[in-house]
Nanobody
Framework: QVQLVESGGGVVQAGGSLRLSCVAS????????MGWFRQAPGKEREFVAAISRGGGTIRYDDSVKSRFTISRDNAKNTVYLQMNNLNPDDTAVYYCAADRQYIASRSQRDYEHWGQGTQVTVSS
């Protein structure tokens, strides 16, 4: 049974930082692209960042490029999202997802497994 468990969310002031983690189990982690998506209240879930199996390919949404950094540790079955210079528009539930077939896809349709999400709230 595949499980993805996110942690690290919370409440932070604008300009602050948070580091999200997602620990995977029940799959061969190094064989999966990992992605981060988010869903703000009243909005559709959207792509944030993705990293290929070995970390050689990384993609970001333009809205987070230069502020967020995705990384992974295959020995720990964990993917991270370092978020700096947060602003209220970053407030959302953040989900990690795993995809075996594509290389750092931006499309949530390509991801087979999803976590339950972690709430990030940025106050102004």
């Amino acid at each position: 049974q595949v499980q993805l468990v996110e942690s690290g969310g919370g409440v932070v002031q604008a300009g602050g930082s948070l580091r999200l983690s997602c620990v995977a189990s029940g799959l061969t982690f190094s064989g999966y692209t990992m992605g981060w998506f988010r869903q703000a209240p009243g909005k559709e879930r959207e792509f944030v960042a993705a990293i290929s199996r070995g970390g050689g390919t990384i993609r970001y949404d333009d809205s987070v490029k230069s502020r967020f950094t995705i990384s992974r540790d295959n020995a720990k079955n964990t993917v991270y999202l370092q978020m700096n210079n947060l602003n209220p528009d970053d407030t959302a539930v953040y989900y990690c997802a795993a995809d075996r077939q594509y290389i750092a896809s931006r499309s949530q349709r390509d991801y087979e497994h999803w976590g339950q999400g972690t709430q990030v709230t940025v106050s102004s």
